[in-house]
């Protein structure tokens, strides 16, 4: 596999975390390793919560010129000083996020195993589509996103797909072909040791 062909890496924050041992762990692991973007994926729903950790994940991620997006909530996007949004209800706001947040910013849609939710958010405006879960997992409905989504979209589409949700090694080997990006968090920040989790879990990629 060439270097062209090699999926980059975009990070996703724990949903809980406390500031200061979590920005250390994330600056190590984005030290390590080439990171195309970061996600803040937190639970909590609290403003001040979210702009809190906005603020301090923003500062670690452009100091190294890596994009933040955020889950879900658009209006805090460009108050917080975001680079843009990860939609997690298929196509369904991408039209209006896309016009709400303009043409810079970065918006992506989970389309859990929809092939048509992925194609109708491409058409209004996402800049990628994640599917998944590709891994076992106990969260949602037990459904999960299969190879051959991620076969077919990689050969049939030219927008960038994302693979997410209990990756294991194994599945990092055989989705590297046909996807563009690994979404990776709770896999390796339940370890003591994020950065060689990331190291193993990458190893298929060489």
Not at 76 to 99: I, Q, Y
Not at 133 to 157: K, N
Not at 162 to 190: H, K, S, Y
Request: hydrophobic share 45%; glycine share 8%; charged share 25%.
């Amino acid at each position: 596999m060439s270097d062209m062909d090699i999926p980059q890496i975009y990070l996703v924050t724990p949903p809980n975390f406390e500031l200061t041992g979590f920005g250390a762990q994330l600056a190590a692991v984005l030290d390590a390793y080439p990171i195309a973007c970061l996600r803040l994926a937190l639970a909590s729903r609290d403003e001040d919560d979210l702009a809190r950790a906005a603020d301090h994940l923003r500062e670690i991620a452009h100091a190294r010129d890596i994009p933040l997006v955020m889950s879900e909530h658009i209006k805090l996007v460009e108050r917080l000083g975001l680079d843009g949004v990860h939609l997690l209800d298929g196509s369904r706001s991408t039209r209006k996020t896309r016009a709400d947040l303009g043409g810079d910013a970065i918006i992506g849609c989970f389309c859990a195993n929809s092939r048509h939710d992925g194609m109708n958010a491409g058409e209004m405006g996402a800049d990628y589509i994640s599917f998944g879960p590709v891994g076992d997992t106990s969260l949602g409905d037990g459904s999960r996103a299969e190879d051959d989504l991620f076969a077919w979209w990689s050969q049939m589409i030219e927008l960038p797909v994302v693979a997410e949700g209990a990756l294991t090694l194994t599945d990092i080997e055989r989705l590297a072909p046909i996807t563009d990006f690994f979404a990776i968090g709770e896999e390796i920040w339940r370890k003591d040791d994020p950065v060689a989790a990331l190291k193993t879990l990458l190893s298929p990629l060489g």
